[in-house]
């Protein structure tokens, strides 16, 4: 079954009561049961709803996974990898990602002595002197959040296998429509899936998907004993994003590239983030990797001036300056305040995220009305 027919049958089957094309919401908390331990397959729904199967059952057939785990929030599904591991154990990270992954990774699990080295991961080759034989974890996203870097997963698989250690990606800003980690090697995938997979800003959601049924078993675990589970009303919202997934990614991409070009080409913009851009670091490993480039991309303003920048977002009509990103309405955001507010600047600007750097999530509005819309604000 191919990408786009799996979005919208990838491990579904007409509801077994009365035949419901779509999965039905079971508002429930609990189920009948005959005696003890006899009941249908369901007992809870902390640990089993039927909806949330059936979205479980997409995200693994999406990802090329046997294995699905949705949860109640990006950060919770991250968080039930982390618990993965011992204290004592390190993990060798990305040092451009998602500032609530840096602050769940230093505020909460460094106080549980999980100890966490971020680094560039550009250049594969020069993470193997990171790892120790503590090391357990390599946490990768690719593209970065927010500058867009992007990492070579099959080159990062090499090596954590070469050390028997577990290799996670992030793959909410590509989404399978365009990377498919597993296939790279990857043995967990993860989805904020109140992005690109629910695609319409109305709800918030966590996802895993790995192959190895072991691993699957660790998860699922966590995720019952911790209890960071998601509701039907959601998972019947993201189950149908999941559905127009492709057909949004793919005006999404051609969006993002008319964005990146525009934007390239204006004399008040300084430089534009893009992996589509043949000037784009690793460009060469996105074509090889990636099967388009999204609609996420950063730009700097010149003169690096923090008022300026903060005059542009806020003169936006089209684009709405908001947190979030991967909905099919336009958003603009600025990283430094916003989303990362939570790194230290020292931190930040290390890794490129200045007070002049606008984070645009290019919905799938007209193109013309998004150029119409980011030419006043920079030209105002």
């Given at each position: 079954?191919?990408?786009?027919?799996?979005?919208?049958?990838?491990?579904?089957?007409?509801?077994?009561?009365?035949?419901?094309?779509?999965?039905?919401?079971?508002?429930?908390?609990?189920?009948?049961?005959?005696?003890?331990?006899?009941?249908?397959?369901?007992?809870?729904?902390?640990?089993?709803?039927?909806?949330?199967?059936?979205?479980?059952?997409?995200?693994?057939?999406?990802?090329?996974?046997?294995?699905?785990?949705?949860?109640?929030?990006?950060?919770?599904?991250?968080?039930?990898?982390?618990?993965?591991?011992?204290?004592?154990?390190?993990?060798?990270?990305?040092?451009?990602?998602?500032?609530?992954?840096?602050?769940?990774?230093?505020?909460?699990?460094?106080?549980?002595?999980?100890?966490?080295?971020?680094?560039?991961?550009?250049?594969?080759?020069?993470?193997?002197?990171?790892?120790?034989?503590?090391?357990?974890?390599?946490?990768?996203?690719?593209?970065?959040?927010?500058?867009?870097?992007?990492?070579?997963?099959?080159?990062?698989?090499?090596?954590?296998?070469?050390?028997?250690?577990?290799?996670?990606?992030?793959?909410?800003?590509?989404?399978?429509?365009?990377?498919?980690?597993?296939?790279?090697?990857?043995?967990?995938?993860?989805?904020s899936a109140t992005k690109y997979l629910g695609g319409h800003s109305d709800v918030v959601m966590g996802a895993l998907a790995v192959k190895d049924k072991g691993l699957a078993d660790q998860l699922y675990f966590i995720q019952n004993a911790s209890g960071a589970v998601c509701g039907p009303q959601d998972s019947f919202l993201v189950l149908r994003g999941v559905k127009t997934l492709h057909v949004r990614m793919q005006r999404h991409c051609e969006n993002g590239r008319v964005v990146a070009t525009f934007l390239q080409q204006h004399p008040k913009v300084e430089k534009v983030y893009w992996p589509g851009l043949v000037t784009h670091p690793n460009h060469e490993i996105a074509v090889d990797q990636m099967n388009d480039f999204g609609g996420m991309l950063s730009f700097t303003t010149k003169g690096n001036n923090y008022e300026e920048t903060i005059k542009v977002v806020e003169r936006l009509k089209v684009f709405t300056l908001a947190e979030s990103l991967g909905g099919v309405e336009s958003l603009a955001g600025h990283p430094a305040s916003m989303t990362h507010a939570s790194i230290p600047k020292e931190v930040r600007v290390k890794t490129g995220v200045l007070d002049s750097l606008i984070r645009l999530s290019v919905g799938i509005e007209d193109a013309d009305d998004l150029m119409a819309d980011l030419k006043q604000a920079l030209e105002s």
């Open positions: 079954m191919k990408f786009n027919t799996k979005t919208i049958h990838g491990g579904q089957s007409p509801d077994k009561a009365y035949g419901s094309v779509m999965p039905p919401i079971y508002q429930t908390s609990t189920y009948a049961q005959t005696t003890p331990g006899g009941h249908k397959g369901y007992e809870y729904s902390r640990t089993h709803n039927p909806t949330r199967d059936a979205l479980e059952k997409s995200f693994a057939s999406i990802e090329n996974g046997h294995y699905g785990l949705a949860f109640g929030s990006g950060l919770a599904a991250i968080d039930a990898v982390v618990k993965l591991l011992q204290p004592g154990d390190e993990v060798v990270s990305t040092n451009d990602l998602y500032g609530g992954t840096y602050r769940l990774f230093t505020k909460v699990f460094e106080k549980f002595q999980i100890k966490f080295q971020f680094i560039g991961m550009e250049n594969a080759d020069q993470i193997e002197q990171h790892i120790t034989p503590k090391t357990k974890l390599i946490w990768v996203e690719t593209p970065t959040n927010p500058m867009l870097s992007i990492i070579d997963i099959k080159a990062v698989s090499a090596i954590a296998k070469k050390h028997g250690i577990l290799l996670a990606v992030d793959n909410t800003f590509a989404t399978p429509y365009l990377q498919q980690p597993l296939d790279l090697g990857a043995d967990i995938v993860m989805h």
